[in-house]
């Protein structure tokens, strides 16, 4: 651990990727391997390893930051990887919350068609995503029929996730009961 970076230097670096990064350590993961993978400063598996516990473990992706901060100035490092984390974001949402409550009107006004075009962007997207499974006409149509059920009954969001995953369960184990 004695590569010269120490509190401030984890501090800093940490601070200034969290303003490049929107949705989760986008910004940290260029910075970091800019910084201190690709300068030998910090072990390419090492990297990895902490990036890999960041998406597996609950919470924020970007909390693989905290474990690089231990590698790189121990739990000097950690710390001030997550007060790095923590001062921009709080920051930044106070400024949004603050801004957002004077533009509120205008706001209200554009969020109607920006909810079409964010739609229009999610269609196209599952569409694109949908064209290679080439899907037949009873799976469009369920997916149709399902779409429709959600935007009229617009169910908690936990239970749409556990019953596509019942769904997906029940689809999986009949066909490895008529294929085995």
Same mark, same amino acid.
Do not use: C
């Given at each position: 651990m004695d590569n010269? !970076?120490?509190?401030? /230097? !984890? +501090?800093? +670096?940490? *601070?200034l990727s969290t303003l490049f990064s929107i949705g989760g350590g986008n910004g940290q993961v260029a910075m970091i391997q800019g910084q201190w993978v690709s300068n030998g400063l910090l072990d390419p598996a090492l990297f990895a390893w902490a990036f890999a516990l960041g998406h597996? %473990? &609950?919470? &924020?992706? !970007? @909390?693989?930051? %905290? $474990? =690089?901060?231990?590698? *790189? $100035?121990? =739990? &000097? /490092? $950690? =710390?001030?990887? *997550? =007060?790095?984390?923590?001062? &921009? %974001? @709080? +920051? /930044?949402? @106070? +400024? $949004? @919350?603050h801004w957002y409550q004077r533009f509120q009107r205008i706001i209200n006004h554009v969020s109607i068609s920006a909810s079409m075009v964010i739609a229009g962007m999610m269609s196209t997207a599952a569409i694109g995503l949908a064209q290679p499974l080439d899907p037949s006409w009873i799976e469009l149509t369920g997916i149709a029929l399902v779409t429709f059920l959600v935007v009229w009954r617009r169910p908690d969001p936990v239970l749409i996730v556990l019953g596509s995953g019942v769904v997906g369960a029940v689809v999986w184990f009949a066909g490895s009961a008529l294929s085995g």
């Amino acid at each position: 651990m004695d590569n010269g !970076v120490g509190f401030f /230097g !984890v +501090l800093g +670096l940490v *601070m200034l990727s969290t303003l490049f990064s929107i949705g989760g350590g986008n910004g940290q993961v260029a910075m970091i391997q800019g910084q201190w993978v690709s300068n030998g400063l910090l072990d390419p598996a090492l990297f990895a390893w902490a990036f890999a516990l960041g998406h597996f %473990t &609950p919470g &924020p992706k !970007v @909390s693989f930051v %905290t $474990a =690089i901060g231990y590698y *790189m $100035a121990g =739990i &000097p /490092g $950690a =710390i001030a990887a *997550m =007060i790095g984390i923590v001062i &921009p %974001t @709080s +920051l /930044g949402a @106070s +400024l $949004a @919350s603050h801004w957002y409550q004077r533009f509120q009107r205008i706001i209200n006004h554009v969020s109607i068609s920006a909810s079409m075009v964010i739609a229009g962007m999610m269609s196209t997207a599952a569409i694109g995503l949908a064209q290679p499974l080439d899907p037949s006409w009873i799976e469009l149509t369920g997916i149709a029929l399902v779409t429709f059920l959600v935007v009229w009954r617009r169910p908690d969001p936990v239970l749409i996730v556990l019953g596509s995953g019942v769904v997906g369960a029940v689809v999986w184990f009949a066909g490895s009961a008529l294929s085995g």
